[in-house]
């Protein structure tokens, strides 16, 4: 069978020290059970905001595996218009480019982008396949949580058209996946039906990189990190809903220690301001964008791993947890819900208040100064990952999911009669 995956955010089987993630399992999955997989994505890189290709680039990863590059212009900053019109534009560059290319089994298009989504859902209805929404991010609430509290009334008036639009593609979905339970019943509200059987969420999961680097000490001292110290590790992007200003005020507030440091690992719109906020803590390092090696390295010298979110952030089970898990790391995170419960139930990590400095500096030192708890916090998040949170069980389970789909053998309600 052959399968279509759309998406727009992740890296790339051949971008330079890209990393893997959701839709690279997936596909590898479905190619590895002898499926055709044509992964369509932008030519911009989200990660970088730089151009993989000046046009419409077809890049053959293994046999039967392709990725189908559709240009579009690209765009600075992740909440904009901008990046709304790039968007638009890849909708109308899939709808002409879809009739060129052989005919799908099954289509899995990701929220974001809704344009491209709905433009998967038009292009399936016409030639009869199933279409899969998963649920990746939640849009287009990630620009009502962008407005300051004040003009939500506002703004969520201005967004409606996204509104519409969004509820138009989960009720003629003819399925719907997400990264986490809260994420599918999100989809499930907007569609204004019940669960059904073809209805599943399946977590990100993460899978370490198979080898890794001899030489962390060294990377680390590079970086100007102490590797004989505690070491406090954010990694992830500095964008609106990353909270990364809590963390270094709580280094602020643990200054005077001499046995912490918080190591910042990324890039984004806010880091100017970051620097200028951490001026003149010296336990408070920024390394930048990292790549896999040295990342790894950092998380092989870690202890505590930040899940730092600002308290209005749509964040439910992101991949980061589990990549700490992975990495014998305690979580610290400030969302509620499905995480806190997790690491709450498992005994893996601490929930701090979002956006409330002097309770991340608390969780902190109660890791800092009950080193056995700590441990015990480490080794029970490795032994849940192993369990429940490794990258290749659950893109197995999803690509067989997604295969009975396309065979027929689960019950998929058609959009009429939900």
């Not at 344009?115 to 939640?138: S, T």
């Amino acid at each position: 069978m052959n399968f279509w995956l759309l998406h727009i955010g992740e890296d790339l089987p051949f971008d330079e020290g890209g990393r893997r993630y959701r839709y690279s399992y997936l596909a590898s999955a479905l190619a590895k059970r002898g499926h055709a997989v044509c992964r369509w994505a932008p030519t911009l890189r989200h990660t970088t905001k730089t151009q993989r290709a000046n046009r419409d680039t077809l890049v053959d990863v293994e046999p039967g595996y392709q990725v189908r590059l559709v240009h579009t212009r690209g765009y600075q900053r992740n909440i904009s218009l901008a990046r709304i019109r790039a968007y638009r534009e890849l909708a109308c560059r899939f709808r002409k480019l879809a009739p060129t290319v052989e005919r799908p089994d099954l289509i899995v298009a990701a929220i974001p982008s809704l344009d491209w989504a709905q433009a998967a859902i038009d292009y399936g209805e016409r030639i009869g396949v199933p279409v899969v929404i998963d649920v990746r991010d939640l849009w287009p609430d990630v620009y009502l949580n962008a407005a300051p509290t004040w003009a939500t009334p506002v703004a969520r008036r201005l967004l409606e058209p996204l509104y519409r639009q969004c509820r138009d593609i989960c009720r003629r979905a003819d399925a719907l996946s997400g990264v986490s339970q809260t994420y599918l019943q999100w989809a499930l509200d907007r569609s204004s039906r019940s669960a059904h059987a073809a209805d599943r969420a399946f977590p990100i999961g993460f899978e370490p990189p198979v080898t890794l680097a001899s030489d962390t000490r060294d990377r680390a001292v590079a970086m100007g990190i102490d590797p004989d110290r505690l070491i406090c590790l954010f990694a992830g992007l500095f964008e609106k809903t990353y909270d990364v200003a809590t963390v270094i005020e709580a280094a602020r507030n643990l200054r005077h220690r001499s046995d912490a440091q918080f190591v910042l690992c990324g890039d984004g719109s806010k880091m100017p301001a970051l620097r200028r906020q951490a001026a003149g803590l010296a336990n408070v390092i920024f390394t930048g964008w990292l790549g896999k090696h040295d990342l790894s390295a950092l998380m092989d010298l870690a202890s505590i791993g930040l899940c730092s979110y600002t308290a209005r952030a749509p964040q439910s089970l992101p991949n980061k947890p589990f990549e700490y898990m992975a990495w014998r790391l305690a979580n610290v995170s400030s969302l509620s819900g499905e995480l806190a419960s997790l690491l709450a139930t498992h005994q893996c990590g601490l929930t701090y208040a979002a956006e409330q400095p002097d309770d991340l500096a608390r969780q902190i030192v109660r890791l800092i100064e009950s080193p056995d708890s700590l441990k015990s916090m480490q080794q029970r998040g490795f032994e849940l990952w192993q369990r429940e949170f490794r990258c290749g069980p659950i893109y197995e389970r999803f690509a067989g999911h997604l295969v009975e789909l396309a065979e027929g053998k689960r019950r998929v309600v058609p959009p009429q009669a939900a």
